[in-house]
Every structure is written in C-alpha cells, then in structure tokens.
C-alpha cells in the first residue's frame, strides 16, 4: 500500500520546477469560460496579468480562493490587473462554478494540462495551486510555486502594489 502510495505521490509532482520571477511566460493558450480563447501574446496588453492555477472547481480551498479573489476584485482592478484562473476541469464546470460564485474574471479550460506544464505546475490529476503575476514585456514579474489559499488573495493584492509602486526600469 505504502508504495502504491508513493508511486501516485510521485505521479502527482510538477515534471519540471515551475517558473520563477525573471523567467519569460510561455506563449499559452487556453479556451475561456466566456466562449473566447486566452493567448497570452495578446493579453500582455492587460498586464498586469495575474495567472492562477487551482485543482479542482467546487472543492473547499478553490472556492476559498475564488471567492476571495472575488471579494477583493476592485483593488485588482484598481491596481489595471487582470486576473485569469486555470483548471484542468471543463468549460461547462467552470461556467457553473463562475455562476455559482459570482465570479468575476474568466476561468480557463487547460484540459490538456498544456498551459500548466509550460508553467511547471502540472501534476497528475489536478494543477498544482500556484500564481504567476506577467508584466507587458512577457516576464514573470512574481511567482508563487506554493499557494495558501487562505491567505492568496492578500499576497497577491500586496504583491500587485510592490510592482505598481516599484520605480520603473531606466530606458535603454
């Protein structure tokens, strides 16, 4: 039992470290509960872009998580970011969990696991719970590998402020 338990632990971890601050985002994309499609090469436009990846819709700490991204939306929106959660579950799942909640921003179908990997946060049976926040240039201006998501929402809204009050890099 014990090493079937291993082999599904092992399973489960990233195949490759996930990406941190300074690393360029990969050029993803992913359908979008809305009926349109996230490619990030056009989105860096809205950035700040907050990239979330979650497991599961429904369960406790995702709708934890949603909610408070949900509740504290306006600072987002206040400090121009744009937040996008990811999923492995359906378009139709993450419709009903958006309903549900009444949330805000769109989710995104990554049914193919595709946009978590290139991130390195695709596990074998749900995405690893991490967040990425992506400038206009395409780099990863912050990285959380490991969410609490109790306390995700306050990090990322602090996170979001450092950047915003942070002096911009000189001209080249």
């Known amino acids: 039992m014990k090493s079937i338990l291993a082999a599904l632990l092992v ?9 941190k601050a300074g690393d360029k985002a990969p050029a993803v994309s992913a359908p979008l ?7 990030l090469p056009g989105w860096l436009d809205r950035a700040p872009l907050v990239l979330y990846f979650y497991p599961k819709d429904g369960t406790s700490g995702c709708t934890k998580e949603a909610c408070a991204l949900r509740d504290d939306f306006s600072a987002f929106r206040g400090l121009n970011a744009t937040v996008v959660g990811f999923s492995y579950d359906s378009l139709e799942s993450l ?6 909640h009444r949330l ?4 995104a179908a990554d049914v193919d696991r595709s946009v978590a990997k290139a991130f390195g946060v695709d596990g074998w049976l749900f995405a690893h719970r991490a967040t990425f926040i992506v400038g206009r240039d395409g780099t990863i201006l912050y990285a959380n ?4 998501p109790s306390t ?4 990322i809204r602090d996170a979001l402020a450092r950047l915003a009050a942070a002096p911009a890099p000189p001209a080249r």
């Open 104 to 107: 805000p921003f769109p989710l």
């Open 152 to 155: 995700h929402s306050r990090e």
């Open 11 to 19: 399973a489960a971890a990233p195949a490759r470290a996930a990406l």
């Open 33 to 39: 509960s809305d009926g349109t499609v996230f490619a």
């Open 95 to 100: 419709r009903k969990f958006i309903a549900k």
């Open 145 to 148: 590998p490991k969410v609490d």
